[in-house]
């Protein structure tokens, strides 16, 4: 039997109040404090177990999701980086994750100028 998806009302009391939902993509938003905005900003930041980690990788943990190899990050599908929906999320090498990072914005960019 297939387990139940996970849902935002499973996350625990602490986290889920500061996940907002977005209903345009699906999007669980983080409304909590982030890592600033800076180079390898944007992301949500908690303090999870006495450790304070990622906001979306600490939910991808608590929502079952496997734990990560060394050299592996969360890859956010959505591109929305303040977003923890574990369905969203995938794991991946870092430097095929910094490759999709980059043909990413390169499209973003070249759709910009195209308008
Ligand atoms: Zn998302």
Known sequence: MARAPFTLDDLPARLRAL???CPAKGCWL???STSGTGRGGGYGRVKWQGVTQAA???VWLVSGGRLLRAGEQLDHTCTVRRCCNPAHLSPLFQKRNMKLAYSRRRAAFTAEAAE
């Open 19 to 21: 996940v907002q939902l």
């Open 30 to 32: 983080w409304i909590g």
């Open 56 to 58: 979306h990788k600490v």
